[in-house]
């Protein structure tokens, strides 16, 4: 007996949006019984990592500050991937967009003024977007794959940023610790909600989102994006450009990540460290695909992965969970989404072989 896989005719809408909430529901149960046979508390994993950042409202704010950078990020990658331009190197991006806004804060560190933030915000976003040209011309120009390049210039990031903190960055004023001078008031994020950690980074994510949202349902550049990811040669012959797409997604992604580098060291880190690459840029695919690749969903994608991100830092506390389990919440959450996108676009149909019909004389006996 053989299976054949073949696609529906169309797909159950209702399905499309549900298979995230299940995926999420799953990878509760499956982590549950995983951690509960390696030892620990199963179900108190999951109560932490999910519930607690939800119930404990002094944890909001934490979510807040977790959820800016994935929103931004993902909001880029959702845009790349939906013109089928698989982005897979935004932490790069991210680190390199952290960097540029640093060096500008370190040139006016000496200066005031109300334009400082604005200058480093543009220069997050040139890097960004400088970093993702590097792919973008070779997968025009010599057709090389953009999911090697963007994911092998992640670690020339992190070597760059090595370079410049252990080196011509290091502040004389650290003892000795690989960090630059602490940025200048004028050079940090206001505080958005008095008496909390919140700055200015969330609300910022919340607009961009839903600018791409309104970009990518309302204008050409959207369907643009939409036609040359799903019908290429209807593209063609729309007179889309297929390279100029190319452009346009990773540049869109790359100034994405470099604005989100930018909030976060002028935000949460205050001065550029060693611990910079959080990872953000990674887990940000995951929020790219919970939020089904749409600016909106995004926003929503962006906070339950920031619950398991703080969700995971009570847990270390509270029983003694080693952080690495989130990641491996955050990657059963992305197998059981394309498993489940699998499954919705396809199906298994049974395939009647010669060999499995018995004939007539076998079975009238």
Do not use: C
């Not at 982590?31 to 994993?45: P, R």
């Not at 792919?135 to 370079?163: C, D, G, H, S, W």
């Not at 004023?173 to 004028?186: C, E, H, K, M, Y």
């Amino acid at each position: 007996m053989l299976f054949k896989v073949e696609k529906r005719p169309v797909p159950s809408q209702t399905m499309v949006y549900l298979t995230p909430v299940l995926a999420v529901l799953v990878t509760m149960v499956l982590g549950a019984i995983i951690f509960s046979l390696m030892g620990y508390d199963g179900i108190a994993a999951v109560r932490e990592i999910f519930f607690t950042p939800i119930l404990n409202t002094l944890k909001w704010q934490d979510l807040a500050v977790k959820a800016a950078p994935l929103i931004l990020i993902g909001v880029g990658l959702a845009i790349g991937y939906r013109a089928n331009v698989w982005n897979i190197g935004a932490e790069g991006q991210y680190i390199v967009g952290g960097l540029a806004a640093t060096g500008v804060a370190l040139a006016t560190h000496e200066m005031t003024g109300w334009y400082l933030l604005p200058l480093m915000a543009l220069a997050g976003i040139a890097g960004g977007m400088a970093y993702a040209s590097i792919p973008a011309f070779l997968k025009v120009r010599y057709k090389v794959n953009e999911i090697l390049t963007t994911l092998m210039l992640t670690y020339v990031a992190v070597q760059l940023l090595n370079y410049l903190i252990f080196g011509p960055w290091k502040s004389p004023r650290s003892f000795g610790q690989p960090q630059t001078v602490l940025f200048n008031a004028d050079q940090t994020l206001p505080y958005i909600i008095p008496g909390t950690i919140v700055q200015a980074g969330a609300p910022i994510a919340v607009i961009v989102a839903l600018v791409a949202w309104f970009l990518m349902s309302r204008s050409i550049f959207g369907f643009q994006v939409r036609t040359v990811g799903t019908a290429p040669n209807a593209a063609r012959y729309a007179g889309f450009s297929a390279n100029q797409t190319v452009w346009l997604a990773l540049l869109i992604g790359g100034g994405m990540a470099g604005l989100a580098g930018m909030l976060e060291v002028s935000g949460p880190f205050g001065r550029m460290v060693p611990q910079f690459p959080t990872n953000y840029g990674f887990t940000a695919i995951i929020v790219a695909f919970l939020g089904r690749l749409n600016p909106a969903g995004v926003i929503i994608a962006g906070l339950v992965l920031a619950i398991t991100f703080v969700g995971g830092e009570v847990a270390q506390i509270t029983i003694g969970l080693p952080f690495p389990a989130v990641g491996i919440f955050q990657a059963m959450m992305l197998f059981l989404l394309l498993a489940g996108d699998f499954f919705v676009r396809y199906r298994l149909r049974r395939v009647v072989t010669a060999a499995s019909v018995k004939p007539a004389s076998e079975a009238a006996e």
